[in-house]
């Protein structure tokens, strides 16, 4: 799949945000004032501007109310509203904790709720699609939702919970790649059930419909990020697990705290690269490509 | 709605002979024009007369090359356009309500003054039918001319999606798959149509027939049995040049 950097910087600052949102709805830090506004601030600027950031690839962003409809099929929509609901609610906790002082709980527990299944439903837009079965598993969902939560701990300067949550999260991260390699082969689409020509022999792709390129081959048949996938695998798992972890295991300071959200989301950034750019969709097979 | 209808009074499709189509891409041309000149906002092009060009189509022949393990390889020309069917997964994943599944007759459509450009319905569809349109901004699919055949205003024979009214070769049928008397179901059951990537579990309307068995003819020299064969041994003066090449 194209690598779209639109779709990259919004589900990982998306992700991010609400992940930071999750642990202020907990009450952790359970900050008021100013402190909270900064926390805050940092949560919505991060949350917001992914979901701005994502209507950049469509192709008319000015009709993008309508997509808040079709809750009832659409993972898209569902995600929509979703969102808006939890920066709603967090919005109502959050002034509560910088103006007065106060933490309304029920708030704050519902927000977070809705903060990680806005993260859920984003990871369902993908994890639902049959057509590529590298994002086609349970583990989509649960490396979205680990990312997100890890991140989100380490924003909200939970270090004993951030040093767990990154390692559980690379570990799911590790086992997404693993057993992602081996979806399209499980899939059983081949050009053969493509085209459904197997039974009289062996089918091979000999002209293509048209001599240029098209939407199709832009959108769906992505090449070049996968020649260095097994470099980018290990720099993408030492930027997002390895360094943070030592930065967090010794003596705490803000420069090393700093520095340990730096290289997470550095490597968050390349793993969420290479998830696109890795994922082959099935109509490539129509192509002679993957 | 993006709620898939439970089941559609008609099933209208196409049948495709992969037997007699000639890949010749009349179809393809007919669709853009079809799609281009009428109704609507034209099926834009990027660069038509450029060093790239790039352009939404929606039909689009593929081309394949089929090697059986005896005998010569078979050349199958391969028509694809949108299969409107009835697990059809674009529809459900798309947020605005554009797509959808019409009761009456089961066209897939999308409405373009409700789309938003996602593109997630072309991500859903496993078959490429879908492509969003760079000019418009909106996404583009097969309608199965749903503005010529309830078109009132063309002759009866015109009746039918412009693929099929061109098709020089009769390879493309159209006609209501739910009707198991009518003759594309007909069709369908002597010459054994199939579904295209049936595992991918949407149920495609659209059926593809596949190419019949190439038979094995003989010998098609109708002249052989009167000629002297061809010696293997040369004599003579060719003989003997042949045995001296050997020796050196
Ligand atoms: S062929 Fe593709 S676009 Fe057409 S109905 Fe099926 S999934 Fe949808
Ligand atoms: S591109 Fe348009 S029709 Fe397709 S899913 Fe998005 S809004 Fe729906």
């Not at chain 2, 149920?203 to 002297?228: E, S």
């Amino acid at each position: 799949m194209h690598p779209a950097p639109s779709v990259i910087f919004f589900s990982v600052f998306s992700g991010l945000g609400f992940g930071l949102l999750f642990w202020l709805g907990l009450g952790w830090p359970s900050a008021t004032g100013i402190v909270a506004f900064v926390f805050f601030a940092i949560a919505y600027v991060l949350a917001v501007g992914g979901l701005i950031a994502s209507t950049f690839h469509l192709g008319q962003p000015k009709r993008a109310l309508k997509a808040f409809s079709q809750w009832k099929t659409s993972w898209l929509s569902r995600e929509a509203i979703c969102a808006v609901a939890a920066l709603f609610l967090m919005a109502i906790y959050g002034a509560g904790a910088v103006f007065y002082g106060q933490h309304w709980r029920v708030i704050g527990v519902l927000g977070a709720l809705l903060s990680l299944g806005t993260v859920f439903t984003t990871s369902m837009i993908y994890a639902q699609l049959r057509t590529v079965p590298r994002w086609h598993m349970p583990l989509t969902p649960l490396n979205f939702l680990s990312l997100s939560v890890a991140g989100g701990a380490l924003l909200a300067g939970q270090v004993t919970w951030a040093l767990w949550l990154i390692l559980i999260a690379g570990g799911v991260q590790l086992a997404t790649w693993i057993i992602g390699d081996t979806r399209f082969a499980a899939s059983g689409t081949t050009l053969a059930t493509a085209t459904q020509l197997g039974g009289i022999g062996q089918v091979r792709a000999f002209e293509p419909p048209h001599t240029g390129t098209n939407y199709l081959l832009r959108e769906f048949v992505h090449v070049i990020g996968r020649r260095h996938a097994t470099k980018l695998r290990v720099i993408a798992l030492g930027l997002m697990v390895v360094v943070p972890v030592i930065l967090l295991l010794v003596p705490f300071s803000h420069i090393a705290g700093g520095l340990a959200l730096l290289a997470h989301v550095a490597g968050v950034f390349t793993a969420r690269w290479l998830f696109f750019a890795q994922a082959e969709h099935v109509v490539g097979l129509y192509y002679g490509k993957r | 709605m993006t709620e898939l209808p439970q089941s559609t009074q008609k099933k209208l499709g196409l049948v495709i002979d992969l037997d007699t189509c000639v890949g010749c891409h009349a179809c393809v041309i007919s669709c853009k024009g079809w799609n281009t000149e009428n109704y609507g906002a034209p099926l834009s092009d990027q660069d038509a007369y450029g060093a790239a060009p790039s352009g939404t189509f929606l039909n689009r022949v593929h081309s394949y090359e089929v090697q059986p393990d005896t005998g010569p390889a078979q050349l199958v020309h391969f028509p694809k356009s949108c299969l409107h069917c009835e697990d059809a997964p674009c529809v459900t994943v798309c947020p605005t309500g554009a797509s959808y599944k019409r009761v009456e007759d089961g066209i897939v459509l999308v409405n373009e003054s409700d789309c938003i450009g996602c593109g997630l319905c072309a991500w859903a569809c496993p078959y490429g039918a879908r492509e969003l349109d760079q000019a418009a901004g909106v996404m583009k699919k097969c309608t199965l001319c749903v503005d010529r055949i309830y078109n009132d205003n063309l002759p009866q024979e015109d009746h039918i999606p412009a693929c099929v009214r061109t098709c020089p070769s009769g390879a493309r049928h159209f006609g209501d798959l739910g009707d198991p008397e009518s003759e594309v179901s007909q069709l369908v059951a002597q010459r054994g149509g199939v579904d295209l990537m049936p595992e991918m579990g949407t149920k495609p309307v659209n059926k593809y027939l596949p190419p019949r068995p190439k038979d094995q003819p003989p010998d098609l020299d109708v002249l052989a049995p009167f000629l002297a064969p061809i010696d293997q041994e040369p004599k003579g003066f060719l003989g003997w040049l042949d045995r001296t090449l050997d020796k050196i």
